[in-house]
């Protein structure tokens, strides 16, 4: 089953399509023609481990069929038994080509023990660096460093590119006709799952799953600046760690732990060597305690820039912007299920949207909702059964064009935006559930909409994985003008449908179960703090 | 889950056995223990409103609710049946005590701040239970007096759901007592106090309004200190003008785990916070 393209973005204003599909980047012409491509280190050492030409390569061999089909099965069973000595998270650990062994390539090739741990783990992780050789990882799986989401900058000088598994944000240099160079990977403390550019273009937000924002420059400071210097809000807790005392626990149990600790802590030296957060320049500019979904910027009319942010707990945060990121102005609240889209068509209006049956329409700045539209019977219109609607995607054009994807509805909802009120004006429908989609700018040509499918056909070509319409007036034409040529690069992209499914299809899962009181008191705590809720993308 | 079926069995007998016999009795905190530590991370059964606006008060301070006839008729919600089902109260609440706990803190305050709606918050559902059933005896025991009319207690996780309950600038103060130290540096952003959080407490409390905190955990203390000071609608409150604060006395002395604290001879570290006004934008 061939992975689709997951992740769009337009790419400065001459047309050029960005899209993601697995750990690769693609960059279209705007006649469809493949103009450069990259790949995520990982995914091109396997290919290379794998006896096959590079994927990428503009004349690659793409005989993709026959051998990854045989070569299905193996990897992962291979993957497995690496596994087994080691601990169950490292067995997962895709070892990431990046650079020399430093300390960060470990880290890069460490899923989901999420930064925080202590130094116990840094052992682990590097003994699991030295086990975890390349696998061959022909057959896309969930554990693999995919493309999750794609933004360029609006001046389309730079490309912004996050890899879900590996927590990791890359920067591309624009140079003209679509050629990217790599500039600079960071591995993000916890994994983004949004991410946003100031409107000047020299920093990037992002959200992540465990509620933190983080500003990061788009381009690092050439000399390395001392990271911690510039963290006026994340302040280092310089304190030293004195923890529990025997006045502070009473329990026969408890003072024997801490007895066991204090002669840890005269062993070993403990883990006062750990070092926290990462060692790029970032700064934590605010936090909720709970997933983040979304996060988009926004300006007042008085031209002061403001943060507004979704989470899964129905909230949506405005803060201001930078410097002040830490005075939260208001909140957008209503919404009665999880947050998990947010646009802002026009600078005072914000549309947001996730499991709950309707649209809101917000004065952001206000806090105050303005109008909600029903998305239910619209989705019903496509998906009979439809009982919930998990919005995955709400995109604007022009200031009072609202378009809208919900997961597993192949449509695109479009709606009207007047007076703060939405209405649906018209519903394209595909062949497939749509992914992701952006309108591109055509000089001199009527604006260019592509939208990523999913078709679910086990023989679907690659070739019918994008499909475009065009502005006709009001409405949006199907067009066959643009077809990438995407026959070089589908070479190895093979997943399964069930694969697939967790990797695409994720939405849900932020929705949360209705029966949770056996929970009370006797919960897991450790688990669910590791991943703060059910793991997305 | 933990909790033989017979110690089941003998909370709830006790429960039907209070309902009957209407509860001027102070309730038992042995039918009501529960696990220190509550993941706040974890999606509990949790009620709350959606917005302040629809949160009905009425039930926790029945004394002070706006008699039918004063009501005003500018309904500010769009759901009109939120606003219906939502009684009109005299006065907001002012103080509330993040993690009250058995309620040693909020009765305590009670007759200190007659004037003032005193909240307390709570994650765990039996201990709730337990200081909802104590405010109503102490109320049913003081019938002449108002005196205990000023505080309830709700089920809440507050790290998730304050701005839920409390409009921006609501509060006048906000109690921190004993909360969980959580050691591991690894669960240090499930403790109560953390600059992203900080800056929620900064939402929902007026300029001018205190954060207090004590603890028996002196790295805890600082941690608080250290991340309360970085934060910059926060300033620390000078020793003098802590020592001098009527709260103060009571939050050391009366609540349950300073009761603790105080017969096994351990340490108490106390931290005041003003909040600062915002600086213009």
New interface residues.
């Given amino acids: 089953m061939a992975f689709p393209y997951q992740c769009l973005t337009a790419l400065g204003s001459d047309g050029i399509l960005v899209a993601s599909r697995g750990g690769g980047l693609y960059t279209f012409s705007a006649d469809g023609s493949l103009l450069s491509s990259w790949q995520h280190p990982s995914t091109t050492k396997s290919a290379e481990n794998g006896k096959r030409g590079l994927a990428e390569q503009e004349d690659g061999a793409a005989h993709k069929t026959g051998e990854s089909g045989e070569q299905t099965s193996p990897p992962s069973k291979r993957r497995k038994t690496e596994s087994e000595s080691g601990q169950d998270a490292e067995g997962k650990a895709v070892a990431s080509e990046v650079t020399e062994g430093t300390e960060q390539a470990a880290e890069a090739a460490e899923p989901e023990q999420d930064g ?3 130094a116990k783990s840094n052992g682990q992780t590097k003994k699991g660096k030295k086990k975890a050789k390349p696998t061959v990882s022909r057959p896309i799986t969930q554990e693999q460093p995919l493309v999750v989401l794609v933004r360029a900058t609006s001046d389309g000088k730079h490309l912004v590119a996050v890899t879900g598994q590996d927590k990791t944000v890359w920067v591309f240099e624009h140079h003209d006709k679509g050629q990217l160079k790599e500039l600079s990977q960071r591995q993000m403390p916890k994994r983004p799952s949004d991410i946003a550019l100031t409107p000047d273009n020299t920093k990037i937000l992002v959200a992540d799953k ?3 924002v983080y500003s990061i420059p788009l381009v690092p400071s050439p000399q390395g600046s001392d990271p911690l210097a510039s963290t ?4 280092r ?3 030293p ?5 025997a ?2 626990v ?1 329990s026969a149990r408890n003072l024997k732990a801490l007895e066991d600790q204090k002669r840890q802590r005269e062993n070993g030296g403990g ?1 006062a060597s ?1 070092k926290e957060g990462p060692d790029f320049e970032h700064e ?1 500019l ?5 997933m983040l979904t979304s996060i988009a910027l926004a300006s007042s009319p008085g031209g ?1 820039p403001y943060i507004l942010t979704g989470d899964r ?3 949506i ?1 405005v ?2 912007g930078m410097p ?1 990121a ?3 102005e ?2 957008c ?4 299920s999880f947050v998990n889209a947010l646009c802002l068509p026009q600078p005072d209006v914000l549309v947001s949207g996730g499991g709950d049956d309707e649209l809101y329409v917000w004065d952001w700045l206000a806090g105050v ?1 303005k109008s909600k539209v029903d998305l239910l019977g619209p989705v019903q219109g496509i998906v009979e059964d439809a009982r919930k609607v998990a919005v995955s995607g709400i995109y604007a054009h022009d200031h009072d064009v609202v378009m809208v994807i919900c997961e597993r509805v192949p449509a695109i909802f479009i709606f009207k935006l007047s007076a703060s009120r939405l209405e649906l004006v018209e519903t394209l429908t595909l062949s497939g559930n749509p992914l992701d989609l952006t309108v591109i700018p055509t000089p001199d040509k009527p604006a260019r909409l592509v939208v990523s499918v999913d078709v679910n056909q086990p023989h679907a070509i690659a070739k019918s994985s994008l499909v475009t319409f065009n502005k006709n007036g009001d409405s949006w034409v199907p067009s066959s003008d643009f077809t990438p040529n995407e026959v070089d690069v589908a070479g190895g992209l093979e997943s399964t449908r069930s694969e697939l499914d967790k990797i695409l299809y994720n939405v849900e899962n932020l929705r ?2 209705d ?12 688990e ?2 590791r991943e ?2 059910p793991v997305a993308s | ?2 909790g033989a079926p017979n110690k089941r069995q003998k909370r709830a007998e006790y429960r039907s056995a209070r309902e009957q016999h209407g509860g001027t009795e102070m309730p038992k905190k042995k039918f009501y223990r ?2 220190a ?9 949790l009620t709350y409103p ?2 302040p606006i629809d949160m009905d008060w009425s039930t926790f301070f029945p004394a002070f609710v706006c008699h039918q006839d004063q009501e005003p008729a500018d309904a500010k919600s ?1 759901d009109s049946i939120a606003v219906m089902s939502t009684k009109k109260m005299k006065q907001d609440v002012e103080v509330i005590d993040i993690g009250c706990g058995f309620g040693g803190l909020l009765v305590a305050l009670a007759p200190s701040m007659p004037e003032k709606l005193i909240l307390g918050l709570e994650i ?2 039996q201990v709730t239970e337990f200081v909802q059933e104590r405010i109503r005896s102490l109320r049913a025991q003081n019938p002449e007096t108002n005196v205990y009319q000023n505080i309830g207690c709700l089920r809440a996780n507050t ?3 304050l ?2 309950f409390f409009k ?1 600038s609501q509060l006048s103060k906000i109690f921190i007592c004993f909360p969980d ?1 959580h ?1 591991k ?6 403790r109560i106090v ?7 407490y ?2 929902v409390l007026k300029p001018g309004g205190i954060v207090y905190t004590i603890t ?4 805890l203390h ?2 608080m200190v ?2 309360l000071e ?4 926060f300033e620390r409150i000078p020793f003098e003008e802590q020592e001098a604060d009527e709260c103060v006395k009571i939050m050391r002395t009366e609540t349950e785990e300073g009761k603790k ?1 105080e017969r ?4 108490k570290f106390v931290a005041l916070f003003r909040r600062l006004e ?2 213009p ?1």
Avoid at chain 1, 232 to 235: Q, W
Avoid at chain 1, 333 to 336: A, D, E, P, V, Y
Avoid at chain 2, 264 to 267: I, L, T, Y
């Fill in positions: 925080i741990e202590g465990f509620g933190d006026p809000l994340a302040s807790p310089a304190p760690r004195k923890g529990a005392n006045l502070t009473h883990d750990k934590l605010l936090g909720h305690v709970s002061k707990d129905e909230h945060r803060s201001r002040q830490h005075v939260i208001t909140y609240l209503g919404h009665t909702s949360k179960s029966n949770e009181e056996g929970q009370e008191g006797g919960d897991a705590p450790t669910e703090l703060a809720g | 889950m933990a529960q696990r530590h509550a993941n706040p991370f974890s999606d509990h059964q959606r917005t769009q765990r559902t790290m998730k759901f701005p839920n921006k130290p050691f540096a690894r669960k240090h952003k499930a953390s600059v992203t959080l900080n800056s929620e900064a939402y028996d955990v002196e790295d600082e941690w250290h991340h970085a934060h910059p609608s604290v096994n001879n351990g340490p915002d600086n934008w």
